[in-house]
């Protein structure tokens, strides 16, 4: 059932979760709990597939960027890149909480969450004048929602996602207001994260006439996606979005062949660098093989790996690239 690609995902997630164990002995008697083991296995079924129907969120899609076109907005692309937390915390069936559409059955953002970050990015990271920051936001404790209306970031395709685990070591201290002490065993906590590569179409409106300040916030939530993050745990890297860049020659080839390995240009890259290479080296059409060299290596610079490669395979595929002079 879980594996089924139609229908909501979410609603699968959220109301057939199954792990919860009465204990009918002793002290706990009568209370419901989830067994770390099941709560693992239940994430790593849905880690194993693609949530969502593509052909309702294309159809999403479509109305959303009908819906910005009509108002005069900005619709931006983002990519996921590295694992992206959202809605931790929530209550929720498995006692982790993730953020589902209703209706969609995936992973999204709230628009609520993106304006807060970017509110957070101008007054803690941004010298920005208070002025500004009511006009964009709203002034605090106001009815005034400032002059952007921010939408839901939505997944445009189907979404991959993948288990990670946190290890807290003061349990106690966190539950049970013990101190924290070196004799707490850590505990390791199981939940889902979006997996890295995966497109999110984000959507600014403005409110009245405020077309200028549409453009200035689009600039803002680059920056924000880019330094801060978005969802949970951004301190320890997680959350972080780069824009979509426009489809090339290069691009199409290295999603195509990412496709038949069920994975991303940026995994492929990162993952199968001699697979990769001997592709690109068969690759007979010289101008493509110049495309795809350029995005191998616009991917490799965005990983931040093109001038410091850390394996000994990346290092010598990396250096083929270097020394490869076009025809």
């Known amino acids: 059932m879980i594996a089924d690609p139609r229908g909501n995902t979410g ?9 919860w164990d009465c204990d009918l ?20 079924q849905f ?29 931006i692309l983002f990519q996921t890149k590295g694992p992206f937390i959202t809605g931790i915390g929530r209550g929720s069936q498995d006692g982790i909480g993730f953020a589902w559409h209703a ?7 709230p628009g609520s969450s993106i304006k807060g970050m970017i509110r957070a990015w101008a007054e803690e990271w941004q010298n920005m004048s208070r002025d500004e920051i009511d006009r964009l936001f709203g002034p605090k404790d106001s009815r005034n929602a400032g002059s952007v209306i921010v939408l839901d970031a939505l997944p445009t395709r189907r979404v991959k996602l993948q288990l990670e685990v946190m290890t807290p070591h003061y349990r106690e201290y966190y539950t049970r207001d013990e101190p924290p002490a070196d004799w707490h065993s850590p505990v390791p906590i199981p939940f889902l994260a979006v997996k890295e590569g995966q497109e999110f179409l984000f959507g600014l409106l403005p409110r009245g006439e405020s077309r200028d300040d549409c453009r200035k916030m689009a600039e803002y939530l680059t920056h924000a996606l880019k330094d801060i993050g978005a969802g949970a745990k951004t301190a320890v890297g997680y959350g972080r979005f780069h824009p979509k860049t426009p489809s090339t020659k290069g691009r199409e080839w290295l999603e195509s062949l990412s496709q038949k390995q069920a994975t991303t240009p940026e995994e492929l890259v990162k993952n199968s660098p001699n ?15 110049i495309a795809v ?7 490799y610079e965005d990983l931040g790996i ?15 690239y270097r020394e490869w002079v076009p025809r």
């Open 47 to 75: 880690a194993k597939i693609k949530t969502g129907d593509a052909d309702l969120l294309e159809e999403a899609k479509e109305r959303r960027e009908k819906l910005i076109e009509c108002f005069g907005g900005l619709k």
């Open 306 to 320: 093109w001038d410091n490669p850390p394996t000994k395979t990346q290092r010598k595929v990396v250096q083929e």
């Open 293 to 299: 060299h350029a995005e191998i290596k616009r991917i």
């Open 103 to 109: 209706t969609l059955g995936v992973p999204y953002l």
């Open 11 to 19: 609603l699968r997630f959220e109301k057939f979760c199954n792990i």
């Open 275 to 289: 697979y990769l290479f001997d592709s690109w080296t068969a690759i007979g059409d010289n101008e493509l093989k």
């Open 25 to 44: 002995s002793g002290k706990r008697w009568g209370k419901w709990e989830i067994n770390a083991k099941k709560r693992k296995e239940w994430f790593e």
